[in-house]
């Protein structure tokens, strides 16, 4: 049988110069999150199946790659028909850390400030900017009901942003019990409340005729999906008007969501979330305010989150304020290779290359200059010198190297 040397679909090898964008990426990101009070854990990336598909994770719940069970368990659920998948890829971190708070609340700070980055798993199309096997960078805050936890999470991730070079983004902002108070008044059932918000979600696409539509060829009533899109397609963004024609809670609502627009203008230099109205989410765990980061000339968002204040309760008995913001790193990543981003180096990057004929005074020379110059904080690659040497020269120049010594019988020359 012929070995397959790609990868599986959806999944990547990344070449020496991705991988060390990658590590510098991760690297600020931790220092810059850590600086803001947040503490890295840890967690399997196998999750039991019942955590996985207990209806908190919407259509990801479709994207699982499951586990079989193994040895006896296997074979006896294949006899009597049972479940033959006890566990499975996790495709988030937020059920994972759920499970994680759970089990070791006693041993936490209140509130936990939790920060995770790790490898997740989705059976999904792929796509640019979208894989089977991704990082996901999440930041968390549990215990907190308060909007600072909403505000903390967004001015730390616009900070990582701006650490990074972008400027060229927007956070967008909306509160999931607006949707749900619309959905109600416009006479939509409760139980198909995600369903239509999903629909709306496409408004930025499809447009406000696409949007009713959908949900007209969806069932709802006519009457409903009419008023239901009427609201939204004559909404300017004015978070205070679209309150009032909203009524209700809704003033009360819009009233905790400028508060913390106005926070993050003032500690972000001016630059404000801006409310969208028809921005969705696509989890139904989300309980409140839900948040987007869409940057200027990409398709798609590079980072999002929200309030789930009643997951943590499905794990411990009882509900625990909690939010999230989770951080594109792949489109991050992406975005700054398409800019050709290179990796800031602190010192010198060198090449010590030996020739054939080198003498063993030489080498002990070269091997006693590199670890002068290591201890100097700079890199230093000692390797022979291809008998190609422009190729060679031409591959390392791309890896970053800068300064290249010859290492020959009785010899060092730069060049």
């Known amino acids: ?142 215990g907190d009901a308060s909007s600072q936890a909403e505000i903390t999470l967004i001015t730390a991730t616009t900070g990582v942003l701006r650490k990074l070079g972008f400027d060229n983004f927007t956070v967008r902002i909306n509160d999931r019990r607006l949707l749900k108070l619309c959905a109600a008044g416009c006479g939509f059932p409760e139980d198909r409340f995600d369903q239509a918000f999903v629909i709306l979600d496409k408004m930025d696409k499809i447009g406000a005729d696409g949007v009713r539509g959908e949900l007209v060829l969806a069932g709802f009533g006519e009457q409903a999906v009419d008023s239901f899109v009427g609201i939204y397609s004559g909404c300017s963004g004015d978070l205070d ?30 630059k404000r979330p801006v409310f969208d109205p028809t921005l969705v989410r696509g989890m139904s765990y989300y309980t409140g305010t839900i948040f987007e980061i869409a940057m200027d000339g990409y398709g798609y968002s590079v980072g999002g989150g929200g309030r789930y204040d009643r997951l943590l309760g499905k794990f411990t008995g009882q509900d625990v304020p909690a939010c999230g913001f989770s951080l594109g790193f792949e489109r991050i990543v992406g975005a700054l290779a398409d800019s050709g981003f290179r990796v800031p180096s602190s010192g010198v990057s060198a090449a010590f290359l030996a020739e054939k004929d080198i003498d063993g005074d030489t080498e002990i020379r070269m091997y006693k200059d590199a670890e002068r110059l290591r201890a100097e904080g700079s890199r230093v690659l000692v390797t022979s010198k291809m008998k190609n040497f422009a190729f060679q020269k031409a591959k390392l120049d791309e890896e970053g190297y800068t300064e290249y010594r010859i290492y020959g019988k009785d010899s060092v020359r730069k060049i």
């Open 1 to 142: 049988m012929k070995l397959i040397k790609t990868p599986v679909k959806g999944m990547n090898d990344y070449l020496p110069r991705e991988t060390a964008l990658r590590d510098y990426v991760q690297s600020l990101i931790v220092r810059e999150y850590s600086a803001a009070g947040f503490c890295r854990i840890e967690t399997p990336a196998v999750e039991h199946i019942e955590n996985l598909t207990g209806k908190n994770g919407g259509d990801n719940e479709k994207l699982i790659f499951r586990i079989m069970k193994r040895g006896e368990e296997l074979s006896r659920a294949e006899q009597s028909g049972g479940e033959l998948c006890d566990s499975g890829l996790r495709y988030d971190l937020t059920v994972p850390l759920c499970r994680y708070y759970a089990a070791n609340s006693s041993r936490l700070p209140a509130p936990f400030m939790a920060m995770q980055i790790g490898s997740v798993w989705r059976a999904d199309r792929p796509q640019k900017g979208r894989f089977r096997q991704f990082t996901q960078c999440d930041i968390d805050i549990l």
């Open 241 to 270: 008007a679209f309150a009032a024609s909203v009524g209700g809670e809704a003033p009360d609502i819009a009233a905790g969501l400028c508060r913390i627009c106005d926070s993050v203008g003032a500690a972000c230099g001016g």
